[in-house]
């Protein structure tokens, strides 16, 4: 099944509309939206190839857990509990503000919205920051 | 942005420094290509020699580390010259006459000998700048990262406020933004001393609103900046940390230091899309969805809010950033239970007054800029139209400071780094793509043809380029983009990591942003 899903590019700031090129479950190609207030139809170089790193083979598949030195793929219970568990370990030798939180700049704003409120309601520390200086 | 990228066309004329428009924002280059089609004058301030020095009609170098030097020269002859905005200054703004006093200092002969700049292309961009109304100034990390970001801006403020085109349509002070989200997050409260929409941890009535909505009481703390967390690592205070989508280990300066610093923490939770540099050595790596398999909002470089839309199922296992958020909070005993984006979204709005009036239905793809403070509210086109946001525009005297690290005799050159036109950031997701790969696979050091000769170096000959922090290896490219004694890192690459160089010790100490434009550094051939 063929069909375009528009949506933002995430490659800097500006903040361009893009189409999606959706192909039978996977991104074929990255479009200029034409009728976008920012880029009116236009893209850059990065922009046109915004899908590659999307399909890249790189991406990480699931999460891993460091066992005996070396990161090994465990299922998400396993690595939800291991990382909850040892961050309130943590919590209840140290206090919470020996918790520190980095937010980002790449990903959305209700997921910027739930780690602050997860550091300050489930950590309780105003230790959260990101790379907005970097 | 106080203004909007459409707005840009209409300038008649348009200000640049520190920003590399045309290579990191090539969309909204476009509309200073545009707006010199409609005849705006453009003025182009930058150490290096950039694609769009080519088309200004005013192009200066500055010295690294000097623009606040340039700025206050600007204004002084701004008022030498009566080109001020009386008017505006009179009703709008306060500090007039303190900020005068301290600019009869900046004669064009003394700019000369800080900034390099002629005292004629001075005088014509401030008469440029001064006269053609209504004129945008547009700037990014090269006002920013330096151990004096903050008076760069807030001269640049100044220079603005003194011309009147703060609060005008095509005007307006106009800082544009790397990352896709960082507008975002600093509005979503991903700072230690502000929750969303600015509103700050140490306000009792903020912090009752969130304790309330949230359940919990809340610390009214200030918590620690990014640099200072690596302090607190490197104390044995800070002893876990989840990093989320960030690549510190090649983002943050100083390397070396930061390296040492990370292996001190108990716990490293690092949740990504690649297995990173930072999240090679993680305790716990968190595999994420990317941008195109979930749903969510970005909020620009001109507060415009606009939705993602999911494109296809996420990688893998990988699950969307939100949803692994929900299932760690979860499982510290904070249940967190949404069943969409949508649903966080509407709990934003309901305690940011900035998106109050946003929702999803409304956002469709154009997107609303902020403020928007109720659901009739059509948005925001620029910032500060009646008044500022705190009555009057004030006026800062800023004194020129010179930078961190000046060239000595041991470190002859001025250093400092940047981006290149197909990369992103720390390269994770560029360096991947492989038509980005094949447009620009390898990192450089840029340096004048003069220096080149001297030390017998040839295009693609490996450099070594060494600070007081560290050394690093790097191919010669050899460019007129680059003034003699200069050189310039793209900050890509781990293979030659910009950051083993960059100094974490020469911070803004304000705004904590670090010194990354500008150090002092030696560079050698490579000998085999």
Redesign the interface.
């Given at each position: 099944m063929y069909k375009l899903?528009?949506?933002?590019?995430?490659?800097?700031?500006?903040?361009?509309?893009v189409l999606?090129e959706?192909l039978d479950?996977?991104?074929l190609g990255t479009l200029p939206?034409k009728?976008?207030?920012?880029?009116e139809g236009?893209?850059?170089?990065?922009?046109?190839?915004?899908?590659?790193?999307?399909n890249?083979f790189?991406?990480?598949?699931?999460?891993?857990?460091?066992i005996n030195g070396r990161?090994h793929q465990v299922t998400?219970d396993r690595?939800?509990?291991?990382?909850?568990d040892?961050?309130?370990k943590?919590?209840a030798?140290?206090g919470?503000?020996?918790?520190?939180?980095?937010?980002?700049?790449?990903?959305?704003?209700?997921?910027?919205?739930?780690?602050?409120?997860?550091?300050?309601?489930?950590?309780?520390?105003?230790?959260?920051?990101?790379?907005?200086?970097? | 942005m106080t203004n909007s990228i459409a707005e840009i066309e209409d300038a008649a004329c348009i200000f640049i420094i520190g920003s590399n428009t045309s290579a990191c924002h090539p969309l909204i280059a476009r509309r200073v290509f545009r707006a010199k089609e409609k005849g705006a004058k453009l003025i182009v301030a930058d150490p290096r020699n950039i694609q769009l020095s080519l088309f200004a009609d005013v192009a200066v170098n500055q010295r690294l580390g000097s623009d606040v030097a340039l700025l206050n020269g600007m204004m002084h002859l701004i008022l030498k010259n009566g080109w001020e905005a009386k008017e505006y200054i009179a009703n709008r703004t306060e500090g007039f006459e303190e900020l005068r006093e301290s600019l009869e200092a900046y004669t064009p002969e003394r700019v000369r000998k800080i900034t390099g700049v002629s005292p004629g292309d001075l005088e014509r961009m401030s008469e440029l700048y001064g006269t053609r109304k209504p004129g945008a100034l547009l700037y990014a990390m090269g006002i920013t990262q330096h151990s004096t970001g903050v008076d760069n801006v807030k001269a640049i403020c100044n220079l603005a406020m003194l011309t009147g085109n703060v609060g005008v349509a095509s005007g307006g002070v106009n800082p544009l933004r790397g990352q896709n989200n960082v507008q975002g997050a600093c509005d979503m409260g991903g700072l230690p001393n502000v929750f969303t929409g600015y509103q700050p941890v140490t306000s009792p009535e903020a912090n009752a609103k969130f304790s309330q909505a949230w359940d919990r009481p809340l610390s009214d703390k200030p918590g620690l900046t990014i640099p200072d967390m690596v302090k607190a690592i490197d104390a044995g205070k800070l002893k876990a940390l989840y990093v989320v989508g960030e690549n510190p280990k090649l983002s943050d300066p100083d390397m070396n230091h930061l390296r040492h610093a990370m292996k001190k923490l108990d716990l490293l939770i690092v949740q990504d899309i690649f297995l990173s540099e930072t999240a090679q050595g993680a305790d716990v790596v968190l595999a994420a969805a990317a941008t195109a398999e979930k749903e969510g909002t970005f909020t620009n470089t001109e507060r415009r809010c606009l939705r993602l839309n999911k494109a296809v199922e996420p990688a893998g296992g990988s699950l969307p950033d939100w949803e692994i958020i929900c299932r760690l909070a979860t499982a510290m005993g904070y249940p967190l239970n949404y069943d969409n984006p949508k649903e966080i979204f509407q709990e934003i709005s309901g305690l940011t007054p900035s998106y109050a009036g946003m929702s999803y239905d409304r956002l469709g793809l154009d997107g609303i800029q902020w403020p928007c403070p109720a659901a009739d509210h059509p948005g925001t086109r620029f910032l500060h139209k009646d008044k500022f946001t705190r009555g009057l525009g004030k006026l800062h005297v800023v004194q020129y400071q010179d930078p961190a690290e000046l060239p000595d005799a041991e470190y002859p050159y001025f250093l400092t780094t940047g981006r290149m036109f197909a990369h992103y950031h720390t390269g994770t997701m560029t360096r991947v793509s492989p038509a980005l790969d094949r447009e620009q696979p390898t990192g450089y050091v840029e340096i004048n043809a003069a220096d080149a000769g001297r030390l017998s170096v040839r295009e693609g000959d490996m450099l070594v380029i060494s600070s007081l922090r560290g050394r690093i290896e790097a191919p010669a490219k050899i460019t007129p983009a680059v003034l003699p004694g200069n050189l310039f890192l793209p900050i890509h690459f781990g293979e030659n990591p910009t950051n083993v160089l960059t100094n974490s010790e020469a911070l803004d100490p304000l705004a904590k942003i670090p010194e990354f434009k500008v150090g002092k550094a030696r560079v050698e051939k490579l000998v085999p």
């Open positions: 899903v528009p949506s933002v590019c995430s490659y800097c700031g500006t903040g361009c509309g999606f959706v479950g996977r991104i939206l009728t976008h207030p920012v880029n236009k893209l850059c170089i990065k922009g046109w190839n915004l899908h590659e790193y999307v890249s790189m991406r990480l598949q699931a999460p891993r857990v460091r990161l998400w690595a939800i509990q291991f990382a909850a040892r961050l309130k943590v919590i030798e140290h919470p503000d020996s918790v520190g939180v980095l937010a980002s700049a790449k990903i959305t704003n209700e997921e910027n919205y739930l780690l602050q409120k997860f550091a300050r309601a489930a950590v309780g520390t105003n230790n959260v920051d990101h790379c907005a200086r970097l | -």
